[in-house]
């Protein structure tokens, strides 16, 4: 009888766990006893952590999409379609288009969905990043507002959320500006008292040094508490008017939450954020089911959860491809801890580094950090694909 492992997203989680599980199952001698699986909305695997290149250039598409079936083994299938629920009493996955699919262990890795904090006409008004489709409409919205403007009166573009993601991006609107001699004001906003919030001083130092040398417009220390048509209102209370920004162009990328497709399954979930409780071994309130990446608040023990990043997902994909092997034969499932390597964020053609792993510098930018941060993308591409596919991006990243 064969055991059919269903995984499901083709981010760091899914295509990593993919990756893993071509070699895990041959090993295992299992081939012929494993049927896989793989479900995806679209039909390539995105390398999420550059998707703000596509903003200043759209071109850069083709080098941070790899095709599924590249990445999949010739013994695994491909299901393009979307995943709009999950029976786990039946074990059967429903998709929008085809029909249900059956699984003995499933992997869930559809990552995280934007959180909107109930912030009044955020939802209505922003753009998101976390698609391709995303960054394209952001980077078309961007070019008409710079053609509708002029020097006398400039484009504004405001970017929500000083994180991983709203720093890169608002470090690329500041390229695109540049590279097209365009009319734009960018502005990034964040709600708490520094950019890239609860990291140490020098690195916020050094980030928040390169947004400015990029002409990038910093407010820290109030919340963006409404947005209407034309206007995002920051901060403000009972006996103080909030202050008001005109807009053409809103980003939000101020925070995650699970995606609404796995709000109705019984997987234990955390109420609010709907991401799913996950072990260290991955294993969901279901033991057929695990879960890792944004997907899963990964326990790492003292209420502590692995981060949501793309480091976290892939280094967790290379055990749960193992643990899907392990449960299949029925053995022990591997434990795994999330190690920070440290932190690489590009300021458009800048970028710093933090706390990188077996380095003597704590944070640094420069030449070397540009180098460690297109060899970060890079490595990824190659170690799914091939070396030359890893190489032909290194231009752009
Ligand atoms: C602009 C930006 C910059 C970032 N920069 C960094 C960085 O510098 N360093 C870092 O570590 N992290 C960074 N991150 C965070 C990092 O990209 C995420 O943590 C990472 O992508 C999570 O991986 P994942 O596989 O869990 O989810 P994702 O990469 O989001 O993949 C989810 C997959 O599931 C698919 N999917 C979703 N729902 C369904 C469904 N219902 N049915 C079928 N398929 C579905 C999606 O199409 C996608 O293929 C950045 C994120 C963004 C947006």
Redesign the pocket.
């Known amino acids: 009888m064969t055991d059919r492992i269903v995984v499901?997203?083709?981010?760091?989680?899914?295509a990593g766990t993919i990756d893993s599980l071509k070699d895990e199952v041959p090993d295992a001698g299992l081939k012929d006893d494993v049927e896989l699986v793989w479900?995806?909305?679209?039909d390539y695997?995105?390398v999420?952590?550059e998707?703000?290149r596509v903003i200043r250039n759209p071109d850069v598409a083709s080098k941070i999409t790899i095709p599924c079936e590249s990445i999949l083994p010739d013994w695994g299938e491909f299901v393009q379609?979307?995943?709009?629920g999950l029976d786990t009493d039946d074990r059967t996955i429903e998709l929008e288009d085809g029909e249900p699919v059956d699984y003995d262990y499933l992997l869930l890795?559809?990552?995280?969905a934007t959180a909107f904090f109930g912030i009044d006409g955020l939802r209505e008004h922003a753009l998101t990043?976390?698609?391709l489709a995303d960054a394209r409409e952001i980077h078309e919205d961007v070019k008409a507002a710079a053609a509708d403007a002029s020097v006398a009166d400039p484009a504004q573009v405001i970017v929500g959320g000083a994180g991983?993601?709203g720093i890169?991006?608002a470090g690329e609107i500041a390229e695109y500006r540049d590279e097209h001699d365009a009319p734009i004001d960018v502005h990034l906003v964040e709600g708490l008292e520094e950019v890239f919030p609860n990291n140490p001083d020098d690195v916020q130092q050094a980030i928040r040094s390169r947004l400015e040398a990029a002409d990038v417009n910093i407010e820290c220390g109030e919340f963006i508490s409404e947005v209407d048509d034309d206007t995002v209102y920051v901060g403000g209370g009972e006996d103080e008017a909030p202050d008001e920004m005109p807009y053409d162009v809103l980003v939000w990328t101020g925070g995650i939450t699970g995606?609404e497709?796995l709000e109705n399954t019984d997987l234990e979930k955390d109420e609010r954020s709907r991401r799913v409780f996950a072990d260290r071994d991955f294993q969901t309130s279901d033991d057929r089911v695990f879960a890792i990446?944004?997907?899963a608040l990964i326990d790492q023990g003292e209420d502590d959860v692995a981060p949501?990043?793309?480091?976290a997902?892939w280094t967790a994909a290379e055990v749960a491809g193992e643990n899907l092997v392990n449960a299949v034969q029925g053995r022990p499932l591997s434990t795994w801890t999330f190690e920070d390597k440290g932190t690489?964020?590009s300021v458009g053609d800048e970028a710093v580094a933090h706390d990188i792993d077996a380095l003597p510098f704590e944070t640094f930018g420069g030449i070397g950090a540009k180098f460690l941060k297109k060899a970060a993308a890079t490595r990824w591409i190659a170690s799914i694909t091939s070396v030359s596919r890893g190489m032909g991006a290194w231009s752009d990243m």
């Open positions: 499901v997203g083709a981010g760091y989680a899914g479900i995806n909305e679209h695997h995105l999420l952590h998707a703000h379609d979307r995943v709009v890795g559809v990552g995280s990043l976390k698609s991983l993601s890169q991006t995606r497709e990446g944004d997907t949501p990043t793309a480091v997902a690489l964020i």
